[in-house]
């Protein structure tokens, strides 16, 4: 919904790329654009819900998409370890 996303959204349509939106909206103008749209989001219970639970699930959605494109390379199995390793221990174990 912000101009920089729409923006590089419509420059790739309109160069002829496959442009794959992920939006909690059907009818958001990135689903215009979008080749393939991917509905992502969460039920709001009220306009000033302060969780970000869209927002989470359409990282979820972006992150099992990264991993499909890149596949099981030994160089981005060690990445993804190190990355599981540093959200453990620096995110989660500090919160509990």
């Not at 992920?22 to 103008?29: E, H, I, L, M, N």
């Not at 654009?33 to 302060?50: I, K």
Request: charged share 15%; aromatic share 6%; hydrophobic share 50%.
């Amino acid at each position: 919904m912000n101009s920089f996303t729409l923006g590089s959204a419509r420059l790739a349509a309109d160069s002829g790329a496959t442009v794959i939106g992920v939006t909690s909206y059907a009818k958001s103008a990135l689903a215009e654009v979008s080749t393939h749209t991917l509905m992502a989001g969460a039920e709001f219970h009220a306009w000033n819900d302060e969780l970000p639970i869209g927002n989470i699930v359409q990282m979820l959605i972006l992150s099992a998409l990264h991993a499909a494109v890149t596949g099981n390379s030994p160089e981005v199995v060690e990445a993804r370890s190190a990355v599981f390793e540093e959200v453990l221990h620096s995110i989660v174990e500090d919160n509990q």
